[in-house]
């Protein structure tokens, strides 16, 4: 084989850069119209979970008693530090920019890792197609523009496999450069294990995995992969060592009153059935699963099919590429095991549109299973522009456009059909907009009455009321002011000049037990939420 000179790989070089500045330019320009659109829309904070992620980075900065514990017991804390340099910003914090920022950047790097992964074994063409089939997904699109923590998931796996990838290959040949892609590979797994529990999964799989390879090739001994180990495993430790010394409970995250399996009783059906399709029934959990995959990323006309050209496609794919690493891109199947299991047995309930209960919930969960059906697809795109290669050449450029229309086709159905992450959201924030159009007004008179004064309120449940209010979170007197909360439900009017309280809360009930100079001054409902009372303190005065 006749080596390259260096002209000739100076000029690859050259070409590399240029692809993959071509790719990042479309992509940062899809990105950019999403947030346009969003921005436009109102859309940036309709998820709940979107403002409560915003509301436990913001406080970590705007508080009245700075601690770790500011981070919350549930969810892991990275996508909540990744946004402090954002919320530092009122205007930012208050209009959902500073979870858009960090979360974009996300699915950019996720978009260049995907292209990256794709390239390892497909031409251009394919590859293309396959990343425009991921990129232009416009449910993944609109989460890249909120505080939503899949985006960066998806982008610590991807990037993950990608250099599981290229490391499998540097370790016969570049010790050097397999030493550097293990510390990325760790760094993005530390990444993924803070970000969400499926990370936890994925690190244990994919490093185990690592220590068998270097174990067949005599390389277990390797100072640094065991260095890297030791960071790993520190990564879930330190989280039981916050959660306990910070909640009392190592396990605070998975037992506690905020957790999934406290969630998954208030969001139970009714009944003597069980608790949420698939609920100690794996087999229909994951059924459920897969069919959200479909409606997630495929147009509903299509979704069996195309999810099945995407196994197969991956299956064909470990068959003739299981020798060139391609093994190792089998982890971004384990969204289908994992959610299996934790719909089933974790308290994690999905509902989808087509099937009882006939709702939405948790339908973002089936983006996981986009960078693999987008990777899957892929071969199948290759295997098709390869057949028309073989027998008609001349019209190769033709079935690339056809695909090329295909995949946009299959974008512009979505977006018909209604995007089901999108509304989603729209249906959580039209359970808040009472509240959020009644009660801000009003608390802002009350405030601007009562400068510097104290108002009691809990801020897990609504934090955007704070935000629309226009007050600092060091104002409230809220659930995560442990010092002072206590004593200020013992005392409510001693300690607050307001009081927010929402029916059955702890506030409500310390109202109830002392209301001695308390003053209801408004009470505002929503459609199956709590109500709302609004109270003035009669004894507070300004200190």
Not at 57 to 63: E, G, L, P, T, Y
Not at 230 to 256: C, H, I, K, Q
Not at 493 to 514: E, M, N, S, T
Request: contains cysteine; hydrophobic residues 50%; charged residues 15%.
């Amino acid at each position: 084989m006749r080596s390259r000179g260096p002209a000739q790989e100076t000029f690859a070089g050259v070409s590399a850069r240029i692809e993959y500045a071509t790719v990042l330019a479309c992509c940062t320009a899809a990105s950019l119209a999403a947030i346009a659109w969003s921005w436009r829309h109102h859309a940036l904070l309709i998820y709940g979970d979107a403002i409560a992620h915003l509301h436990i980075a913001r406080r970590f900065v705007d508080c009245r008693f700075h601690s770790l514990a500011e981070l919350g017991s549930v969810w892991l804390p990275l996508p909540h530090l990744l946004m402090l340099p954002f919320v530092q910003v009122y205007a930012w914090w208050a209009n959902g920019l500073a979870g858009t920022i960090p979360s974009a950047l996300a699915w950019l790097a996720a978009c260049m890792g995907m292209y990256r992964l794709l390239r390892q074994w497909l031409a251009p063409a394919a590859s293309a197609l396959a990343l425009a089939f991921f990129a232009l997904n416009p449910n993944l699109l609109y989460l890249q523009t909120t505080a939503m923590t899949e985006p960066l998931f998806l982008c610590e796996m991807i990037w993950t496999v990608a250099w599981l990838v290229e490391w499998r290959a540097s370790i016969e040949s570049d010790l050097r450069r397999a030493g550097r892609l293990q510390g990325c590979i760790a760094a993005a797994l530390v990444a993924a294990v803070y970000t969400r529990y499926d990370g936890w999964v994925i690190a244990f799989i994919a490093w185990s995995s690592m220590g068998i390879t270097l174990l067949r090739h005599g390389r277990l001994a390797s100072r640094s992969f065991w260095i890297c180990s030791v960071v790993l495993a520190a990564a879930p430790a330190g989280w039981f060592y916050y959660n306990a010394t910070s909640f009392g409970d190592w396990l605070e995250f998975a037992r506690g009153p905020y957790s999934a399996k406290a969630i998954e009783l208030r969001t139970a059906s009714h009944g003597s059935g069980p608790l949420h399709p698939g609920w100690h029934n794996p087999w229909v959990a994951l059924k459920f699963f897969l069919k959200l995959s479909e409606l997630d990323a495929i147009a509903a006309s299509w979704g069996n099919r195309m999810l099945a050209l995407g196994a197969l496609g991956t299956v064909g794919a470990w068959i003739g590429l299981r020798r060139r690493g391609f093994t190792w891109a089998l982890l971004l199947w384990v969204p289908v095991p994992f959610y299996a299991y934790s719909v089933a047995y974790g308290s994690v309930p999905i509902f989808i549109p087509p099937w009882w209960p006939h709702s939405w919930y948790n339908t973002r969960y089936g983006l996981e299973l986009l960078p693999a059906l987008a990777l899957g697809l892929a071969f199948v795109t290759q295997f098709a522009i390869g057949a028309v290669r073989e027998f008609k050449p001349q019209w190769v450029k033709f079935g690339v456009a056809g695909i090329a229309a295909l995949v946009a086709l299959n974008a512009w159905e979505l977006v018909r059909e209604r995007p089901l992450v999108y509304v989603e959201g729209t249906k959580n924030i039209a359970a808040r907009q009472p509240f959020d159009e009644n009660i801000p007004p009003v608390l802002r008179k009350l405030v601007a009455e009562r400068p510097g004064g104290a108002v009691l309120m809990n801020t897990s449940v609504y934090p955007e009321l704070v935000a629309l209010t226009g007050i600092p979170l060091r104002q409230t007197i809220n659930e995560s002011d442990q010092y002072i909360y206590r004593s200020a439900l013992a005392a409510p009017a001693a300690h607050a000049a307001l009081v927010v309280a929402f029916d059955g809360d702890p506030i409500d009930d310390a109202v109830k037990a002392h209301p001695v100079g308390l003053t209801e001054v408004g009470r505002y409902t929503a459609k199956g939420e709590p109500a709302g009372t609004i109270y003035v303190s009669d004894t507070w005065s300004a200190k």
